[in-house]
Every structure is written in C-alpha cells, then in structure tokens.
C-alpha cells in the first residue's frame, strides 16, 4: 500500500506545528493505560503534539506515565470521570488543535455521557470516537445527525451491536453491508473491527484491510489503533483514508510484534513498539 508522502516524509524546513496537534478525551480511575496508549501511538504515528484530557485529579497519574505527551486536566465530578463542567474548557482549548480521539478510557458515567453528547455537535475538527465513546454513543445515536465535523467510529462487533441493537452474530454475518449503511447513514466514517476489518464511508467506498493476526486481540490493542488514525487526522487526512492507513500500520505494526513475541504473548506495547518498523517498511514499499 502506498502511503501518503507527508505521513512518511518530512521537509528540511520544517517544525512541529506542521503536523498537528491532537487532542486525546479519556481516562477515568482505573483506565489510565488506554489513554495513555492512544496518546503515545499518535506521537508515533507522526502527530507534532498531543494533548490528553483528563479529569483533573488523575493528572498527576498521567505525568508520570507520558513524558512527551503534554496533559490538561479537566473539571471532574466526585467519581472521578469527567464532568459536564469541562465542556467550555475543551471548546476553549479546541481552538489550538486540528483533531480529537475520544474515547479511549473515558467511562460512561452519567455526567460524562451528558458531556460528550453535548461536546459532539459543538466541535467544528476532525475527531474518532471509540472505546466507551461509542458506548455513550449508543444511548443516543441521533445525536450524529446533529455533528458537523467529520467523524470516525471504530467499533469492534460488540459496540457495533449496541449501536444498532441487534446481535453480534448478525453484525459478524454481514460486516461489509452493515458497515457501509451504517457509513452512509449518519455521514461518517466506520471502522468496523475484527477479522479482516471493514472500512467504509458515506460515499459507498469500502477497504477491507489484510494486515493483523488474532495475538492482536488483547487489551489496548484498540486504544493504539484510535491514536493512529487520530494522529493521521491531525496531519490533515481525510476521514477515509486516515483510517484506511491507520488501520493497515497498525495492522503491519502488530504482525511484525507477532513475528518477535508470538501472538498467545502479544500486548498492546508490543504493538505501539513497532509502529516506527512498520512506518519504514511502509515507506519501503
């Protein structure tokens, strides 16, 4: 596959803000670690900055995880997750940015559910929504009919179920038409994951992606996959093939982690360890 010349090659003259800077929605007690991995995996897929939002109290939590990725702590409720006061800060802040992930960790405490609901028709970038972003999503889907920006879901089959309430096996059945749909529907694009994961777009247009290997189904493994794709967002892709790039990389990344650490042993890090390796052989190609 032959990648777009500014996702593997850099001019001379140049410094961080050319490309991008990705604002990452999640984290809440207990589910640092996906935030903290889809925040690492844009860096690694080329995004110049990247922000994570966080409830405010786990901030402290996070500096010590990332060292490269910059925090901004958000308002919270007593649970810990984050508050329908954050909305104005993250509108605020979204000014300074060209993409969001949400998602990754977020929880669908009630405040927060009434907070990306509310978040989503406001924001005027680019953003993919996964994780319990989704979830929350499924509460009430109507509200994509109100979103202006350009989105991406990347569901696995089960949150593809809960968003169009209908079985796993109906949805594993009928991937490709239920992606495309769906894509068409409510005008975004979806990821479909899985075996052979379906990408599709609002304008019928599908990628069947061929890359991955069953070790890739473990924890996280999702989280980096929505950096990637968020980070190519950033740089200024389209919806369609940043995510048709994002999901063959991170693919390509957790074959070649395979091949060293066998599928039964492969994490999540394996994955985002060999993305630079799966860039150059991109870029080889």
Known sequence: MKFPSLLIKRKAETHKGDY????????SPGLTGAAALC???????????VTLGIPESLNTILEVKLTEVMT??????????????????????SKKIDAFAIGPGLSTAEETTTLLLNLL???D????????????LAREITVLKRTKSALVLSPHPGEMARLLK??????????EKIARDFAAEYRVTLVLKGYKTVVADQKGDVYINKTGN????????????????GAFLAQGLESFPAAKFGVYLHGLAGDL???????ASLIATDILRKLPEAFLSSSAK
């Open 20 to 27: 991008g800077h990705l604002l990452v929605i999640g984290g």
């Open 39 to 49: 925040s690492l995996s844009a860096l690694r897929a080329g995004a110049g900055l």
């Open 72 to 93: 901004k702590p958000l308002l919270e409720t007593k649970e810990k997750t984050l508050s329908t006061e954050a909305l104005p800060q993250i509108l605020e802040f």
């Open 121 to 123: 028709p406001r924001i």
């Open 125 to 136: 970038k680019p953003a993919i929504l996964d994780a319990d972003g989704i979830n929350i």
């Open 166 to 175: 209908r079985d796993i096996s109906e949805i594993q059945k009928n991937r």
């Open 214 to 229: 069953p070790g890739m189904a473990t924890a996280g493994s999702g989280d980096v996959l929505t950096g990637i794709i």
């Open 257 to 263: 982690a395979a091949k060293e650490k066998g599928e």
